[in-house]
Every structure is written in structure tokens, then in C-alpha cells.
């Protein structure tokens, strides 16, 4: 079958399992609305939350990103599974004994006060619209690319599917689709990991391929990578940090803090029956991440060896030279996959010395044994740019495996995309339905309304959501930062000292959450921007660039949080110490016993 | 807090900083401040320190969180308040 028919055939076959499952799985109260009825099992609850979690990000931008970075791209490979170790052990089985629905109202409830409460919605609502903007337009990058459709049908379709099975099932009809939507894009990403990692090293297995010899010689992989990269002037693969080694660890810390602050995922954990439930779950959860996560530095690895490979053809499988006349390909002769990315403007050529043969290296670097060689060689620049987010998505063409595995690429990608979407939704809708409009303005609305107002509100959220991924602000690589920033800063230590510290009462904590927000708010719009507006940077008045200690506004959560907690402290020294009862309340949250059914009595 | 439940929260703590002590060596550690150094011995192809950023230390976090799974559902039925 043709490649485009293909494509089609597999992602609507997927779709139609959806909105199969979302017919099955309508939610008819407030309980499966937002906490799928509150009796879903770890593993299946684990599954779900590795959909909700991997994003399009994870799917089809992480190992370009570890491609480019080689061993400091480990820093999104460590924050972002390392979080849930902190998840599971600080917040989660808490939160699901305190048993109510939604992130606010446990930070208003601890807080005695409808102030931390709304504080929280803010923050929440913040960092749930950044990052679903994100998803939005990886909806309609994924199907433009792959269905021939422009980017805003795209946004449309994707906007279609998640309403029906948002609106219609709420959390019970999400987790349900986001288990399939799981198999979909796990089995879409190991395949061709698995097809080009024999095919590289004779080994099956990725993860253990990395880490063997090339295929018919005896050097390894990695040595390999690291020799051909250093020869044409690029960092070495297995040791190239991510800026300052202080700024790769105040990053992964970062990104460990955000993850396990991030409403969408903890809410996940209502949705168990038991508080051991809810710690198991979260290690499900981290195996069914880890999958992909242990695979990923490996299809970043060898996709690097495969562009080496069809650029430079003899450097890899034998030792040319590839400063040797005839060891770059000829333009003329370039594999098709090329010549489709070209198309979309992700992959450049341009033949700055005009010989005709592709010259990729980096041009800038400061070795100047490379700079002399490149220089007899008549070579006048690097002539071939490739943006990391096709890494993945070309990946099959590039090894070139069957159109089936590259259909199945496409359908992973939508998958990955849409689960984390409708997880992002339901946090926004429930915290507008059931902490803004039955925790502030009407608590004595029933239930039967509620669910109403939450459906209304999804159904408004992804219209919102659709507006700003065909519109989006222009700050796409800012937001991830922002939304990790705010979590990390903000909603994390706000959580932690409700549990960790008895005594911590609703000054230091609304203090300590408006401290945290604004000098993490401050760090990144001085770099990018006031609200992420063009032109209203001041990173010079803060003293440059990275100022604070070399590190980049998207590394600075971890201050942020560090700051929270300070200020927290320092202002529950001085002001009254909580109500009795709220002391109650914590000590009844650190034991398991009693535990009951999630509801949403305030 | 009665004794019971001070010593039930002490177990849960002394528990908690094990875990994460081993959280933090496996990552912060051997992925980051010792990876130069550790990157001198080698695990198949791997080296050492460039494995524990990539690959190590997302298999140490499953093994902690079941870990710490069944270790803490150990103390619930120490302290009698484990649930059912």
C-alpha cells in the first residue's frame, strides 16, 4: 500500500478506538467526572498516567534534543522520571488520603483560606495553559506533516476528538482512552528504535544496544560516535555538558521538582482506591515511563549515526577520511527522506562552496585542528541544518523501514500529543468548575449542575486551547520552562510543607507561594520577554544573560522553590500559629488508616 | 500525636531519607558531579558515568519507589494503621 493511504488507514483506526472507548466510558457524576469513580487500579492507573505525562515533547522532541546535547541531554532524562521518585514519596499517597478532587482545595483546605486556594487556581490554571498550547500545536504540526492536511484543519480534528471524549467521559473516559493511547505510542516508538538498533549493532534491544559494538567490528558505538563527532569539530557525545555543571544540576533538579508539582499528574492519583494504591502507582507509572525514557538515548545516539552515516558514508561502516574529496554525498544523490523534510523548510541544504557534496560539521567550533583541515579541504561552512524535532518523526525513513512503522510513527505522535492534552483539560476545567465556581462563588450548587458547569467548562477550555495553538503567542520554547517554573516554585513546597510541617500556617504559605512565583516569573521575562512579549526583555539590567550563577532562566525552578521555602519560614516565625484542628488534619493526612472514597464536599 | 503515632511519622521519615539519599547519589552523584570520573570504567560500551545519566539512574528510581512501596506498607502494619 502507498505510503499516504497507509498513514491514513493506521491513524484513524486509532481514532476509532478512542471514541469507541469514550462511549463506553461516560461519566454520569461529579466522581467519574473528575476522579473516574475513584476506584481504578495502580497498573492501569500507572499506564495512564505515563500517556497523561508524555507529551508531545517526550514523543517527538526529546531524543533530537539528546541527539544534538549527547550526554548532557540526560538532565531531561533524569528530571523528568526522577520527579516521580519524589512524587511517590511526598505528595502522592497524602493528597489520596485526604480524598478530596482537585490540587487548590487541598492547598485552600490545609490553608484554612480561600486566598491559597484561588493563589493556587492561578498557578495552576498558568501552567496548564502553557503547556497545553504546546500540545495543541503539536497536534497540527503532526497531522500537517503526515496527513497532507494544513496545520489548522489539524488543530480542528484534534480539537473534535479530545471534545468528544473529554467532554463526554471527563476523567473516567480519559484514562480509559489514555491507556490505549499508551499502547499506541510505546509500540510507535520502540519499533523502529528496535529495527535500526539491530540493524546498527546486531542487537535487538536499544537499551543494550547503546551500549554494544557496531555491527560486524570491534569498536563500540559510543566510541565510534564520540571519534567521528570530535573529528568534525563537535563536542564528544558521552561527555558534552549542558552549559556548567552547576547549571545541568540546578536544570535536572528543576525539572524533578516541576514534574512532581504538575496538577495534572498528581490528580491522577485520586483516582486509585487506597493510599498503598496510590504509592505502587506511582512506581507503575515510572516503569511505564521508563520504557520509553530508556529508549529514547538510544534513538538519539544511533539517529546521530545514521545522518553521519548517509552524509558520510564511509567514515561510519569503514575508517575514510571525512575531510577526503569523495567521502561527503553528492546532493545530486541525496536519499528521499531528504528531499521530503526539505519540503517542509525542518531540513536546509545550501552548497556554500558549490561543489555540490554535503559538508556537515561545526563551523564554529574553536578546534583549530579542525579549522585547518576543514580549510584545505575548501570547505566554507557547515551546509546542512537539521531541527531536532524530525529526529524522531524521520527516524524510520531515515533507516529506511516499511511505510507500515512510519504510519505508526504518525499515530504515536497524535497519541502522545492528545492523551497529555485531555489530562491538561480536565486540570483546567475542574479547577474552574469545582474551585472557582462550587469553592468560591457558589458553593450550593448540586451536583447534577456541577457536572454541567464542568462539562461547559472543558468544552470552553479546549476552544481556548484550540484559539492559542492556531495562534500561538510565540514563545513555544518558553512555555515549557514556565510551566515547569511555576509548578517547581509555587505549587511543590506549598504542597510539601502542608504534609512535612504541622506547623506551617496560611501567611508563610501564601508568602511563600507568591515569593517563589514572582522571582521565578522575574528570571524568565527578564530573558525572554515580560509575558513573553517581543522586545520587553531587561536581561541587562539583571546583568546579562544566565546572570545568577550561569544559570538559564529554564534551569531556575529549583531557586524558586528554594526561595518559597525560605520565605515560608521565615514569615510563619512571626505571624500565629495554625488552628488547632488544620494540626489535626495533618496528622490525619500522614496515616493511612481511614482512608475513603475521593469527593468533593468542601 | 500520640507516642504511637510520633514513632509511626519517625519510621516514615527515617525511611523517606534513606530512599532519597540513594535518589540523590544515583542522579545527582553518578550522573552529574562523578560522571567525569566514573566515565573511566566501562559497562559493555558504556561509560560508567555517561550510563548512570542515560540509563542507571531511571532504573534505580522503579526499583526505589517499589521499594519504598513495600517498606512503607511494612510500617502501616508496624504501627497498626494500615488500611481494611
Given at each position: 500500500?502507498?505510503l499516504?493511504?497507509t498513514i491514513?488507514?493506521v491513524v ?42 508524555m507529551s508531545a515533547a517526550s514523543f517527538i522532541s526529546m531524543a533530537g534534543l539528546i541527539s544534538n546535547m549527547g550526554?548532557?541531554g540526560?538532565?531531561f532524562l ?60 503539536g497536534?497540527?504540526v503532526a497531522?500537517?506533516r503526515f ?37 499506541v505510542l510505546i509500540f510507535a516508538y520502540t519499533v523502529p528504535a528496535i529495527f535500526i538498533s539491530l540493524q546498527l549493532t546486531?542487537n535487538p534491544i536499544p537499551q543494550?544496544g547503546l551500549?554494544?559494538?557496531l555491527a ?5 558505538l559510543l566510541?565510534?560516535l ?11 557525545y ?53 520504557i520509553l525514557y530508556t529508549t529514547a538515548p538510544a534513538v538519539g545516539a544511533m539517529a546521530k549515526m545514521n545522518l553521519l552515516r548517509t552524509m558520510?558514508p564511509?567514515?561510519v ?17 541525496r536519499p528521499d527522506w531528504m528531499a521530503r523534510w526539505e519540503k517542509t523548510?525542518l531540513l ?12 556537515y ?23 546542512l541544518t537539521v531541527n531536532p524535532d524530525i529526529i524522531v518523526l524521520a527516524n524510520p525513513e531515515i533507516a529506511l523501514l516499511p511505510n507500515w512503522v512510519i504510519a505508526l510513527v504518525a499515530a504515536g505522535g497524535l497519541a502522545a500529543a ?185 | ?53 542515560q ?30
Amino acid at each position: 500500500m502507498e505510503l499516504q493511504s497507509t498513514i491514513y488507514l493506521v491513524v484513524g483506526l486509532s481514532f476509532a478506538l478512542y471514541l469507541g472507548i469514550a462511549f463506553w466510558a461516560r461519566a454520569g457524576s461529579t466522581s467519574e467526572f473528575y476522579v473516574a469513580g475513584g476506584g481504578v487500579g495502580p497498573r492501569v492507573n500507572g499506564m495512564a498516567t505515563a500517556a497523561d505525562w508524555m507529551s508531545a515533547a517526550s514523543f517527538i522532541s526529546m531524543a533530537g534534543l539528546i541527539s544534538n546535547m549527547g550526554y548532557g541531554g540526560g538532565l531531561f532524562l533524569m528530571g523528568w522520571t526522577g520527579g516521580y521518585v519524589l512524587l511517590a514519596l511526598l505528595l502522592a499517597p497524602y493528597l489520596r488520603k485526604f480524598g478530596k478532587f482537585t490540587v487548590p482545595q487541598f492547598i485552600g483546605d490545609r490553608y484554612y483560606s480561600k486566598s491559597a486556594s484561588t493563589v493556587a487556581v492561578l498557578c495552576l490554571l498558568t501552567a496548564s495553559l502553557t503547556y497545553v498550547i504546546g500540545q495543541m500545536t503539536g497536534v497540527g504540526v503532526a497531522f500537517s506533516r503526515f496527513l497532507g492536511v494544513s496545520s489548522e484543519t489539524g488543530v480542528y480534528v484534534g480539537m473534535g476528538i479530545v471534545f468528544v471524549y473529554a467532554v463526554m467521559g471527563g476523567m473516567k473516559g480519559i484514562t480509559y482512552t489514555q491507556v490505549a493511547q499508551y499502547w499506541v505510542l510505546i509500540f510507535a516508538y520502540t519499533v523502529p528504535a528496535i529495527f535500526i538498533s539491530l540493524q546498527l549493532t546486531g542487537n535487538p534491544i536499544p537499551q543494550l544496544g547503546l551500549g554494544s559494538n557496531l555491527a560486524g567490528s570491534d569498536i563500540s558505538l559510543l566510541q565510534k560516535l564520540d571519534t567521528i563527532v570530535v573529528d568534525l569539530g563537535f563536542g564528544q557525545y558521552t561527555t558534552s555538558t549542558a552549559g556548567s555543571t552547576l547549571n545541568m544540576f540546578v536544570y535536572t533538579l528543576s525539572l524533578m521538582i516541576g514534574t512532581a508539582g504538575l496538577p495534572h499528574v498528581i490528580m491522577r492519583f485520586f483516582t486509585v482506591p487506597t493510599v498503598a494504591a496510590a504509592r505502587s502507582s506511582a512506581g507503575w507509572a515510572l516503569v511505564f515511563i521508563a520504557i520509553l525514557y530508556t529508549t529514547a538515548p538510544a534513538v538519539g545516539a544511533m539517529a546521530k549515526m545514521n545522518l553521519l552515516r548517509t552524509m558520510t558514508p564511509g567514515v561510519v561502516m569503514q575508517n575514510a577520511d571525512p575531510y577526503a574529496h569523495d567521502s561527503q554525498i553528492k546532493y545530486e544523490e541525496r536519499p528521499d527522506w531528504m528531499a521530503r523534510w526539505e519540503k517542509t523548510g525542518l531540513l536546509k541544504f545550501e552548497d556554500k562552496n558549490g561543489d555540490g557534496r554535503i559538508q556537515y560539521y561545526n563551523d564554529s567550533t574553536k578546534n583549530t585542528a579542525v579549522i585547518a583541515k576543514a580549510e584545505a579541504a575548501g570547505w566554507k561552512g557547515n551546509e546542512l541544518t537539521v531541527n531536532p524535532d524530525i529526529i524522531v518523526l524521520a527516524n524510520p525513513e531515515i533507516a529506511l523501514l516499511p511505510n507500515w512503522v512510519i504510519a505508526l510513527v504518525a499515530a504515536g505522535g497524535l497519541a502522545a500529543a492528545l492523551s497529555t492534552a485531555a489530562g491538561l483539560l480536565l486540570a483546567i476545567s475542574s479547577a474552574i468548575s469545582h474551585d472557582l465556581i462550587k469553592g468560591v462563588f457558589n458553593p450550593n450548587i448540586s451536583e447534577k449542575n456541577e457536572l454541567v458547569a464542568g462539562k461547559i467548562a472543558m468544552a470552553c477550555s479546549i476552544v481556548v486551547a484550540g484559539y492559542l495553538g492556531l495562534n500561538p503567542p510565540g514563545f513555544a520554547a518558553g512555555t515549557v520552562a514556565l510551566a515547569f517554573g511555576i509548578a517547581a516554585s509555587s505549587l511543590f513546597p506549598a504542597i510539601m510543607m502542608g504534609i512535612f510541617s504541622k506547623k506551617m500556617n496560611k501567611e508563610g504559605a501564601i508568602a511563600g507561594m507568591l515569593a517563589g512565583l514572582s522571582i521565578t516569573l522575574f528570571y524568565v521575562f527578564a530573558h525572554k520577554g515580560i509575558f513573553f512579549i517581543k522586545g520587553t526583555d531587561f536581561v541587562n539590567m539583571i546583568g546579562g544573560p544566565n546572570s545568577f550563577f550561569g544559570i538559564t532562566p529554564e534551569a531556575f525552578g529549583a531557586v524558586g522553590a528554594l526561595v518559597n521555602f525560605a520565605v515560608a519560614f521565615l514569615v510563619d516565625k512571626f505571624t500565629p500559629e495554625p488552628p488547632e484542628h488544620i494540626q489535626h488534619l495533618v496528622e490525619s493526612v500522614r496515616t493511612p488508616r481511614g482512608a475513603k472514597a475521593v469527593d468533593g464536599a468542601h | 500525636m500520640d507516642k504511637s503515632g510520633e514513632a509511626y511519622w519517625k519510621a516514615t521519615l527515617g525511611l523517606l531519607t534513606k530512599i532519597l539519599a540513594i535518589w540523590f547519589l544515583v542522579s545527582f552523584g553518578a550522573g552529574i558531579l562523578f560522571a567525569d570520573i566514573l566515565n573511566n570504567i566501562h559497562l559493555g560500551g558504556y561509560p560508567l558515568g555517561f550510563w548512570f545519566a542515560q540509563q542507571g539512574s531511571i532504573y534505580v528510581f522503579v526499583a526505589l519507589i517499589f521499594v519504598y512501596a513495600k517498606k512503607m506498607g511494612e510500617i502501616d502494619r508496624k504501627f497498626d494503621v494500615h488500611e481494611d
